[in-house]
């Protein structure tokens, strides 16, 4: 029977090593976020009866999106971490209620590749020692340097291991040693912190060196490179194209902005449609079903149905973000152009891209929104309503 463990991941760090814009532990590796990554190989172990999430409260956006998608039955909580790692697993092991004996694994976030093998011999190690840990053995020859990085004495490799996560302990051993530590000591792992406290050893369990910690610019290449290797990735494309009608029954004097791209544009006149009439982002539906093979928006949403009635169009595109996540598609760049002599969409144009990004969850450097007039010709032009043209492209993955 497989064994019983609770998971601390730690995932409060910033990453300045790697120094993105995010940190690391949210940057996109093959399609989904590093944590992601992490989560998923966690979610296909047997005995995971818990998850404890710490992160930084500043980064809400990301981890509620990640939560959102945890289909596991498996209970997951919060807990805030601190300036340090050490501060961090504290929190984690201060937020949950287990009993003394109940077994924790702590993870780095930023280590996707662990294997199910080594995971077990852990938790096995763990019946006759008080603490353990995944490590594995140095294969490089060893020298100590001057600050010069000028090589000084030889380190024999003979009895050098390098330590990884997870690292496992009785619940109660290891909250002991966390009240017992110093907060402002920074141990960067468990083990040194367990053995000093607790005046004991831990065993060290030899690992796959496959489950490498995600540290550097480098490291990511890397972590690209394996997860990419065993997927088959296709490119679709779609486009999408939309026409909404000023509405002249409503009185310019009440009007004083109109629906764009998830955005209010100051404008004097409103868009005529059963929803919110934002045509922009009809468009940009429309292209994504379209890239998706799956029909298009007035399926999704008829307009006989009175439930579209008014409805924010940022539901609409939610939902084809949702279709194209259950198709393992993620968007590569999507482009939109806005058909209209008014309003001016010039000023507005990054508060968009930052809209549309924020509900399909991806970056704005994926996003470009753009307008033309139509030199005073057409509908346009007589400004009797405004048109859209998207175009998007999309990364389809197949297992
Ligand atoms: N971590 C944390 N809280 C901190 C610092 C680190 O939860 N205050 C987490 C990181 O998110 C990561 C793990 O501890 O999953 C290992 O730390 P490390 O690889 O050093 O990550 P960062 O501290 O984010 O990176 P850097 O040291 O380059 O800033
Ligand atoms: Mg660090």
């Not at 026409?243 to 544009?265: E, P, Q, Y």
């Amino acid at each position: 029977m497989d064994k019983e463990f609770h998971l601390i991941i730690v995932a409060a760090g910033k990453g300045t090593r790697i120094d993105a814009d995010i940190p690391k532990q949210y940057l996109e590796i093959a399609g989904k976020s590093l944590l992601t990554h992490t989560l998923d190989a966690f979610s296909t172990i047997n005995g995971l009866k818990s998850l404890c999430l710490v992160v930084n409260p500043n980064d809400k956006v990301h981890y509620e999106r990640i939560m959102m998608d945890w289909s596991k039955d498996i209970p997951i909580q919060i807990a805030f971490g601190g300036r340090t790692r050490q501060q961090s697993v504290h929190n984690g092991l201060d937020t949950l209620s287990l009993r003394d004996k109940d077994i924790v694994l702590i993870h780095d976030s930023a280590r996707p590749f662990i294997d199910k093998r080594d995971i077990n011999a852990l938790l096995n190690a763990l019946e006759h020692n008080e603490g353990a840990s995944l490590a594995y053995k140095i294969t490089d020859t060893c020298r100590r340097v001057s600050e010069l990085d000028m090589a000084q004495e030889a380190v024999s490799r003979e009895n050098l291991l390098g330590l990884q996560t997870p690292q496992a302990f009785h619940f109660g051993a290891i909250k002991k040693a966390h009240n017992l530590c110093d907060l402002n000591k920074e141990y960067t792992d468990d083990t040194a912190l367990f053995s000093d406290m607790m005046n004991c050893d831990v065993k060290l369990v030899e690992a796959s060196r496959h489950n490498f910690k995600i540290t550097t610019k480098e490291d990511i290449a890397m972590a690209e490179k394996i997860l990419s290797s065993n997927v088959l990735r296709e490119t679709h494309i779609g486009m999408g194209y939309d026409v909404h009608a000023f509405d002249d029954d409503v009185s310019n004097a009440d009007v004083t902005t109109v629906r764009l791209c998830g955005i209010d544009v100051p404008h004097d006149r409103k868009l005529k449609g059963h929803s919110d009439a934002d045509v922009g982002l009809h468009a940009l539906c429309d292209a994504i079903y379209g890239a998706l093979g799956a029909g298009d928006i007035g399926q999704h949403f008829p307009p006989s149905n009175m439930a579209y009635k008014d409805m924010d169009s940022a539901k609409f595109l939610e939902h084809a973000v949702t279709l194209m996540k259950d198709r393992n598609a993620r968007l590569i760049n999507a482009d939109i152009t806005l058909i209209c002599e008014k309003p001016k969409i010039t000023p507005y144009k990054e508060q968009i891209q930052l809209r549309i990004a924020e509900i399909m969850g991806t970056l704005s450097a994926r996003i470009n929104v753009k307008a033309t007039t139509t030199e005073g010709l057409g509908f346009a032009g007589r400004k009797e309503g405004i048109a859209a043209n998207a175009i998007v492209s999309i990364e389809i993955s197949h297992d």
